[in-house]
């Protein structure tokens, strides 16, 4: 089968590997969509796994079924989850299944980005997940980036009514827009570097998008009654984006530390500014089974548009143009690969 085999951002290579073998319990998707993350070119993060097959937003169809597989059968439409929490342990039996170790352990065979990949047994079991009737398989490789989203704007314990700053309108960004819409914002506001990403934070329902440049703070004053933010939703990597976010968030509100950082990064805050105005920060990594089951709620009830969000469609030969595309933030939102094509 063909691969797309990553060595850097740079450097994707069209590739050959054999098919994986399926064993008992184990299912083979063919893969049909596979979305580029943000996460797969942070180079910090990946280069030092590499070469390596990434890829892990992907919808499918099963084409082979292992023995004592019970709920799948060959034809079904199905997104699968790469990372997937035991469900029994300390963390998961007290809602934290992000950081089970199970979770951190788990990974499907060899990435999204391939034509055919193997689904271990306990893949199967806590993280493969029917296709709605009508939902595309573009669509279905939404669903994990959605999942994260969701589970961010829960333990951010967004409600009806508040002001939401999201900094940063990429992909992540603007899921976040349209979620914190569905879930009742009264205001929404975003920031980003690029006019394009500003323009479609607009498009899929912020109420205003200024440059993230400006003095954030004042324009929050100036088109929201005085206040700050109650939510701010960083998406944003860059210690400029920290530094803002904690100066636009409005007194007794929460700020959600929603991309990743570097792990040397280290950034200066007033535990005092945090006390004294009653500011929550929260973090939040990947999305659990009951996020993903959400994010299928929210997509197939067209409450989240995501076929819109799709500004490029790409061959697994064109692979490395989607990386480069995604790195460079400048004209795409979502990079998705046909695998098939």
Known sequence: MKIAMYYNNRDVRLEEMPIPKIGPGELLVKVIASGICGSDVMEWYRIKKAPLVLGHEIAGEIVEVGEGVENFRMGDRVFVSHHVPCGKCHYCLNGNETVCDTLRSTNFDPGGFAEYLRVPQINV???????????????????????????????????????????????????????????????????????????????????????????????????????????????????????????????????????????????????????????????????????????????????????????????????????????KAQDSLKVIIETQR
């Not at 960004?173 to 506001?189: C, P, S």
């Not at 950034?267 to 005092?272: D, G, L, M, Q, R």
């Not at 973090?283 to 409450?303: C, F, H, M, N, V």
Request: charged share 20%; proline share 3%.
């Open 125 to 327: 079991q806590n993280g493969t997940f029917l296709l709605p009737d009508g939902m595309s398989y573009e669509e279905g490789s939404f669903i994990e980036p959605l999942a994260c989203v969701v589970r961010g704007q829960q333990k951010a314990k967004m409600k009806a009514g508040q002001s939401v700053l999201v900094i940063g309108s990429g992909l992540s960004g603007i899921l976040h827009v349209q979620l914190a819409r569905t879930n009742g914002a009264e205001r929404i506001f975003a920031t980003d570097v690029n006019e394009y990403r500003l323009e479609a934070a607009m498009r899929f329902g912020a109420d205003a998008a200024f440059h993230a440049g400006e003095d954030v703070p004042a324009r929050l004053r100036e088109i929201n009654e005085g206040r700050l933010a109650d939510l701010v939703i960083i998406c944003a990597g860059a210690e400029q984006a920290v530094s803002q976010g904690l100066q636009s968030v409005e007194r007794g509100g929460t700020i959600l530390l929603f991309a990743p950082q570097m792990p040397d990064a280290a950034f200066p805050i007033s535990v005092y500014d945090l006390w004294h105005d009653g500011i929550t920060l929260i973090t939040s990594y990947a999305g659990s089974p009951k996020d993903i089951i959400e994010a299928i709620r929210l997509i197939s009830s067209q409450k989240i548009n995501v076929r819109d969000m799709i500004t490029h469609r790409l061959g697994l030969a064109e692979t490395e143009l989607g990386f480069q595309l995604t790195a």
